[in-house]
């Protein structure tokens, strides 16, 4: 149980344009989701803490213009990267919280030329 | 603000070989402690965590405990198998559960039969 799903797991875009990321809790209903961003041989970095129904808590130096972060219900939150420039490009995981703990999805692989 | 420190991978071993990975951490007051592994191609998942001053963590023939005093908590198993080779990541949380995790770098693990 616990299962959480990420689509797509991997996406290339042209800069400028912008990306949609789905995060799915598929066996259970994740009040709370969390954003995170990995750097090549770097540790994971929370972006944001995303609830439903209302809007997301970005961490400190995370643009919330830049990602858009939507939790509309209990089991999808969607990160946005708008206007995406190459060094948006990058390894991007969000995670559910239940009961707490958070069990992480596979990750997307955000590559922008 | 908290952080967490890792020793810094790859780590190559042979299998029944001893395993130590060790993880400090910088926090203010108690923090929760965890460890995460990462098998290829998957999500992070828990793999043992410790709320308190000497507890100790166990899970799948792995084992950390909460050091306060050295401000630790190292990973331990004394058998490796090929089948634990992954990335490993210890966190922490300053809340109770798991909200707000500050991770490590993680560190590659590699068994070689």
């Known amino acids: ?113 | 603000g908290n952080s967490v420190t890792q020793m810094e991978g790859p780590v190559t071993l042979s299998e029944e070989a001893f395993l130590t990975i060790n993880c400090t951490y910088t926090a203010t007051g108690y923090p929760s402690l965890f460890w995460y592994v990462q098998y290829p191609g998957e999500g992070l998942q828990l793999l043992l965590k410790a709320t308190k001053a000497d507890d100790k963590g166990s899970n799948k023939g792995f084992e950390a405990t909460y050091r306060k005093e050295t401000t630790s908590f190292h990973l331990e198993k004394g058998s490796v198998q090929v089948s634990d080779s992954a990335v490993y990541f210890c966190a922490l949380s300053d809340r109770q559960g798991a909200q707000k995790l500050v991770f490590g770098q993680g560190t590659r693990l590699t068994i070689n039969p």
């Not at chain 1, 994740?30 to 808590?57: C, D, H, I, V």
């Not at chain 1, 990058?90 to 999805?105: A, K, M, N, R, V």
């Open chain 1, 1 to 113: 149980g616990a299962v959480v799903s990420q689509h797509p797991s991997w996406v290339i875009c042209k800069s400028g344009t912008s990306v949609k990321i789905e995060c799915r809790s598929l066996d259970f209903q994740a009040t709370t989701m969390f954003w995170y961003r990995q750097f090549p041989k770097q540790s994971l970095m929370l972006m944001a803490t995303s609830n439903e129904g209302s809007k997301a808590t970005y961490e400190q130096g995370v643009e919330k213009d830049k990602f858009l972060i939507n939790h509309a219900s209990l089991t999808l939150s969607t990160l946005t990267v708008t206007s995406a420039h190459p060094e948006d490009s990058s390894f991007y995981i969000c995670s559910g919280e239940l009961e707490d703990e958070q069990y992480f999805g596979p990750g997307t692989r955000l590559t922008v030329t």
